[in-house]
DNA sequence: ACAACGCTTCGACTACCATCGAACCGTGAT
DNA sequence: ATCACGGTTCGATGGTAGTCGAAGCGTTGT
């Protein structure tokens, strides 16, 4: 009867419109604060801080006080990992939806996956290094080899700082859109970096999506041309 | 406000208990009938009989009316793929739930995970076969050596046959117990067919736990030994 | 000190939905 | 034909959870 984890229990949590939203908007990656997150759910401050008290309770979203703010951000990658396979069933059983307009196809070509690259850029990036062999994967996990290290150096990425974190530096993300893997984890945090400090691309306000710029995307482009 | 594909909808599915049982059941890859799954969830017949007209409704399940006998399924290896992480969160945040009990114990050595092996000896194949260059992950898939299809075909798998399927043959699956990717697709399930049509090891009627007998878990370390 | 601001708590309202018993509808067996 | 069986539909019930206005609390700035 009741085996293993408590599936419903988390998943209610994500059940309810205003909370899916919530976590929608803070798979943006950016820690939001409690009227911020109310306006992008649709809903008034009080019903937004009673959903947020629960997504805090559940273990879905971390609160950070600062002053008289309150900073929200999802708990972890893991938790972001489930979101995205959420979406990606969503994706595939609800074309009862608005069909792909404009904003989706931003979205599909290029999007934030909590703090990495994801969409098809997310993918050809993860490709070409992959198939260029400067990621590997050995026994259990993705690292980047030394000609690897050497691109990403030439891109100001230090793995072997990286290296240090407790975080994973690679990880391979399953995707929604495309179904195929992008780079997760510190190295794919910091190559989304990358490209917005140096005006690559821009995220967009009110969604995930990652908008390149003409020159942005030449320089992408460029950089997977071999 | 609205963006992307509708998280809440099928989060919300899986937000009920007597739902989120089913589809627990359901992982174990077997089509089951709706009193199976009523007994399953702990409800009564017309209770399941509503949730599994939503659950078909909404994507996440598959039926096949067969004489008097309706059995459901799950919609794909993309549904299992989403359990799978719930789960991973769950238990993750849950540590509020009994503790991992002689049954727990069974469920993390090893289970199953839709059609495939999943836990710490489903790991521990995926990983010596990429250790050994069994399996190795060109450009975009992973996908088996010539050396990998020999080795499968020691144990009666014909890879040439699997590749013909529409489904695709190998993927990495992300565990929930262990951290770690398994083998799924058809490879994985025929994997798993084998150990079972092997005697090697039985799975448990009532939960998703798969019991190596102690020749068949001989038999299985004998395979990774090199 | 006082006021503005961000957020939470409280209380009351509402709506939805899970639940079950009973009746109903096919299919398969006798 | 008739009965048993698996499953769905219907109707009524109850609980639960989302919602917002108003009031309360702590922090920041003037």
Not at 203 to 219: E, I, L, N, Y
Request: charged share 25%; hydrophobic share 45%; aromatic share 4%.
């Amino acid at each position: 009867m009741k085996e293993g984890p408590d599936l419903s229990r988390v998943a209610a949590l994500v059940g309810d419109p205003a909370r899916a939203n919530m976590l929608s908007a803070l798979m943006g990656g950016t820690a939001l604060t409690a009227s911020e997150l109310a306006l992008e759910a649709g809903v008034s401050l009080p019903t937004a801080s009673s959903h947020l008290a629960k997504l805090c309770d559940g273990g879905l979203v971390r609160v950070a006080a600062q002053g008289r703010h309150r900073y929200f951000a999802l708990a972890g990658t893991q938790v972001a990992l489930m979101i995205e396979a959420i979406s990606g069933v969503a994706e595939a059983v609800g074309p009862q939806r608005t069909r792909p307009g404009p904003r989706d196809r931003a979205m599909r070509e290029a999007r934030v996956c909590y703090d990495h690259l994801a969409g098809e850029r997310g993918v050809a990036l993860f490709d070409h290094l992959v198939a260029r062999g400067l990621l590997v994967e050995d026994a259990e996990r993705l690292t980047p080899s030394d000609a690897g290290r050497r691109w990403f150096e030439a891109l100001d990425i230090d793995v072997g700082a990286l290296k240090q974190a407790r975080r994973p530096m690679c990880r391979a993300c399953l995707d929604w859109s495309v179904r195929r893997s992008h780079l997760s984890g510190s190295l794919g945090a910091a190559m989304l970096d990358t490209i917005t400090t140096r005006g690559w691309a821009r995220r967009d306000k009110h969604s995930r999506a990652v908008v390149f710029t003409p020159t942005g995307r030449r320089a992408f482009d460029k950089l997977l041309a071999d």
